[in-house]
């Protein structure tokens, strides 16, 4: 009986191991998101853009530069903004129901109305599952490292 028990609970302990390292799916997807958001930022696609971003988007830069949905994507178009790269790291996500809250460091790096910039710094995205689609609501970003 005592064996049957030890057994039982090994199992189930080894059960609540592999569930614990196996990715969530939400992770995965928004992790795509957030990448995808990048390349369009590069590829200056306010089209993709439009599609990640809620109608009620706020966005802080690291400037403290608030902006709304239209002028962060007025932005986007801007032919004086000539992004080179865009990448993402040390992603972590919390979730608090259908909502993600995603912090990481973000590399920038091209040229602003002729002047070059290459930005280091921490970024946080907060996003909301809406009717089946994620959507960023709000996006804040402070610089490490000009």
Not at 71 to 95: E, G, S, Y
Request: charged share 20%.
């Amino acid at each position: 009986m005592i064996r049957t028990t030890l057994c039982c609970c090994l199992i189930a302990l080894g059960c609540a191991s592999l569930a614990a390292q196996q990715a969530d799916p939400r992770e995965s997807k928004l992790l795509v998101l957030e990448h995808l958001w990048n390349e369009a930022q590069v590829q200056r696609d306010s089209a993709a853009l439009d599609a990640l971003v809620s109608s009620r988007f706020i966005n802080t830069e690291y400037d403290g530069e608030l902006s709304d949905k239209q002028k962060f994507l007025a932005d986007i178009r801007d032919p004086l903004f000539r992004p080179t790269a865009a990448n993402i790291q040390d992603v972590k996500m919390n979730f608090f129901g259908d909502t993600a809250v995603i912090t990481g460091i973000y590399h920038t790096q091209g040229t602003y109305q002729g002047k070059s910039y290459d930005h280091i710094g921490r970024f946080t995205d907060t996003w909301v599952l809406d009717l089946g689609k994620w959507q960023c609501v709000a996006s804040h970003t402070s610089l490490l490292k000009k």
